[in-house]
């Protein structure tokens, strides 16, 4: 093989995973305006669901207990440093075990790590963090849903977790938690640049029938359609 058909070979490489990274941005900066609306099901909204975002990653708030669930049945109390059980609302969100768990600041994040997910080859987890009260705000949006809609959103969110074979969430022991009330679980599926944390949490809006971006791997276009 000549220089010069290989320099070709290396520049056309190049220019298809050039492509491919422009075609994403593209796609994640359109897709995004696209809305799928909300559902009205008729009935009274009386349960508030909040989505929260910590800038980068959205979490799906939602009561500790109601008549359709009592979470705390599940994502323990005791699981966290505190042990605290004065709360009202957990919020769960869904994403790569390695980043949740390896890479606490951006400056952590090794190259092998994002690699590993945005190609579907690492495992996923879920983060629970309690909270006492929620403020809306830029960050924090609250929406009202029924009761029907409800215990849609709460199967989506419960078919994420990994169960034992008693039906118990798979707690990740570690010491990589955030604060004193979150803890990690382990999640079914795996991450991926078109299935992101945040296109986790969109997808737990369309399971609730909530307004919801058509397709977005960012909070922002969450967010925007509940601006």
């Known amino acids: 093989m000549t220089a010069k058909k290989l320099l070709f070979i290396i520049l056309k490489g190049l220019g298809i995973v ?16 696209i809305e ?14 909040y989505i929260y975002t910590n800038g980068v990653h959205t979490d799906i708030v939602m009561p500790i207990n ?3 669930k009592d979470w705390s049945a599940h994502i ?7 042990k605290k059980t004065d709360f009202t609302y957990v919020g769960v969100g869904w994403g790569d075990k ?20 945005a190609f579907w080859m690492s495992e996923s ?32 969110v419960d078919d994420k977790f990994d169960k034992d074979s008693s039906g118990n969430y798979k707690m ?21 640049l078109f299935y992101t944390c945040n296109t986790w949490a969109n997808d737990a809006l369309k399971a609730a029938d909530q307004k919801a971006a058509w397709w977005t791997p960012t909070d922002y276009g969450i967010f925007l359609h509940y601006q």
């Open 76 to 82: 323990l109390f005791a699981n966290t440093v505190s």
């Open 18 to 33: 050039l492509g491919i990274i422009l075609l994403y941005g593209l796609m994640g900066y359109i897709l995004p305006f």
């Open 66 to 68: 109601s008549e359709i």
């Open 98 to 117: 390695g980043f949740y768990l390896d890479t606490p600041t951006w400056a952590d994040l090794k190259v092998s790590t994002a690699i590993k997910a």
């Open 172 to 192: 990740i022991p570690t010491k990589a938690v955030y604060g004193t009330n979150d803890t990690f679980y382990d999640a079914q599926g795996s991450y991926s």
């Open 125 to 156: 987890a879920m983060h629970c963090t309690f909270f006492k009260t929620m403020t809306e705000a830029k960050d924090c949006k609250k929406i009202m849903i029924s009761k029907k809609q409800y215990a849609k959103l709460v199967q989506f």
């Open 36 to 49: 799928v609306s909300a559902k009205d099901d008729g009935e009274k909204k009386e349960i508030p669901i």
